[in-house]
């Protein structure tokens, strides 16, 4: 984004960049909702889902939405409001701070900076926080105790995560979003450049760490303990009412697509083609027209993503809690360790 | 590792059934618009066919939620034969199901000596106002016309009296 107005006045980029992040925050939250949530879930159980509102019921987001609007803003009578309210908007800054360093094109981004991996992972975690305290704010066992396991499985998960994205930063060799894109989209496998080297063929161990260290940052079954509806009648979430519960809602789905799109960038190739088949050579080359086509192959990216994501949420029961944490802590992030050594011994062999 | 080909084989499954009901159409009936036909012996709606009801009140004492209510007086009615005796008949007032309470056991129907209870297949019947969904004896008088044929009886079996 930036790239493209860097010739505004300040104020009218900071307009155009907000307008801009909350695109990426709402559409394909929309989108995964509507399309995983409501239509394929029904499929997967033989049924045709919300069929009244709109064609094809693809108007029943808006419904629910206006229904949640309606709902009264409820506060347990011994919750510590103000960090109660904070709560939710906590878990969604930090999916707005996520999608900031996401690149969409070669000149579609909204920032740009060296560190883009690293700061992808740290602001991850700050939903972390908001989920903590809205278990402890809600004043209820049970979002406590949901709050506690969402603790415990986020950054149990965390640290898989991290190790399965430093495969990719040590063959890339930088750990810049937009300079992952072009080393994925300008490499060869063998020196046939036909496909450029997604890293998803290199790093097939990283890519499975990752998604399902994503499928348990997410919460979505079968690491959905922390929410466990019919354990904790969803956990954190339990006190919530009205807009509150759908800024959680929102957030959910939004960070969803936020993270299909991060791990788009370092395992599928970003919002690139392979830059042989139009003869660019550097970042510099590259037709205006892929800022528009960009974010498009982004968006085909993330939905493919999101689908296998929803997939397995529909298609496997939770976890036990110490399964959840033996899994991490004894199968990931071993394997993960060995995935990096792998990496950086072929890494200077090569 | 030993688990991966289940995990797999569940994906398979949801995956299936997706595309079965994408292409195929899916198990359920879109309600409103399209209803399936209750299965035989469906627990509906209770019709009243006044005529066999002598008020004898079995079905309204041996009702758990007490949800029938029945007042009836006793009427002469001309005798059978000339030259006999008027006889006495039970002529009911008042025949109230509250389906409010009712819980859809059917003891009643069961219980009724004389054939006067009988169970129809419509369910449609929900009101705006829950008084509303007290039928009384006219309303429960219309339900007859909805009451199916008995299905065949096995052979053998005694044949009981119909409607």
């Known amino acids: 984004m930036l790239g493209l107005i860097a010739d505004v006045s300040y104020w009218t980029q900071s307009l155009l960049r907000v307008f801009g992040g909350i695109v990426a925050i709402l559409l394909p939250a929309g989108t995964i909702v509507y399309v995983f949530l409501f239509k394929m879930m029904s499929f997967m159980q033989s049924r045709l889902g919300p069929m009244e509102a709109g064609p094809f019921g693809s108007l029943q987001l808006f419904a629910e939405v206006g229904k949640w609007l309606q709902k009264e803003d409820l506060y347990p009578e011994r919750a510590d409001r103000f960090i109660f309210k904070m709560a939710p908007l906590i878990v969604l800054s930090s999916t707005f701070l996520l999608v900031a360093v996401v690149p969409f094109g070669p000149d579609a981004w909204f920032t740009n900076f060296e560190a883009g991996v690293f700061y992808a992972l740290a602001v991850s975690s700050v939903s972390v926080l908001g989920i903590l305290i809205a278990g402890w704010a809600s004043a209820n066992k049970y979002s406590l105790l949901g709050g506690l396991r969402a603790a415990g499985q986020l950054i149990a998960y965390e640290l898989p995560m991290v190790l399965a994205v430093v495969g990719v930063v040590i063959q890339a060799g930088t750990m810049n979003l937009q300079q992952i894109v072009v080393a994925q989209n300008t490499g060869s496998i063998f020196g046939w450049a036909g496909l450029g080297n997604p890293y998803i063929l290199t790093q097939c161990v990283g890519f499975v760490i990752f998604m399902i260290a994503v499928q348990a940052e997410l919460t979505q079954a079968p690491f959905d303990m922390p929410i466990a509806e019919s354990e904790l009648v969803s956990g954190y979430m339990t006190e919530y009412s009205g807009f509150r519960f759908l800024i959680f809602f929102i957030g959910e789905f939004a960070t969803a697509g936020v993270f299909a799109f991060i791990a788009s960038v370092l395992f599928l190739g970003g919002w690139g083609v392979p830059f042989s088949w139009f003869g660019w050579t550097s970042i510099d080359s590259i037709d205006n027209w892929m800022n528009v086509v960009g974010p498009l192959i982004m968006f085909t990216k993330m939905m493919l993503l999101v689908f296998v994501i929803m997939w397995v949420r529909f298609s496997y029961p939770r976890f036990r809690e110490d399964q959840l944490q033996r899994f991490a802590w004894k199968s990931l992030i071993p394997l993960s360790l060995v995935n990096i050594m792998a990496t950086s011994v072929l890494k200077v062999a090569f | ?163």
């Open chain 2, 1 to 163: 590792m030993a688990k991966v080909p289940g995990l797999l084989k569940g994906l398979g499954v949801t995956l299936g059934t997706m595309v079965e009901t994408i292409t195929k159409g899916a198990n359920t009936v879109q309600y409103p618009h399209e209803k399936e036909t209750p299965p035989i012996r469906s627990r509906g709606v209770i019709a009243l066919h006044e005529g066999n009801c002598t008020s004898c009140m079995l079905c309204a004492r041996s009702c758990p939620d007490w949800c029938i209510y029945i007042e009836g007086h006793k009427e002469l009615a001309p005798p059978r034969r000339a030259g006999g005796k008027p006889r006495q008949v039970n002529k009911l007032d008042r025949f109230d199901i509250d389906y409010a309470l009712c819980m859809y056991c059917g003891i009643c129907v069961e219980v009724c000596p004389f054939d006067a209870l009988f169970w129809s297949p419509e369910y449609e019947y929900s009101e705006p106002r829950i008084a509303d969904l007290l039928h009384d004896k006219a309303k429960l008088g219309e339900w007859m016309e909805t009451v199916p044929e008995a299905p065949e009886l096995e052979a053998g079996a005694e044949k009981k009296s119909k409607k």
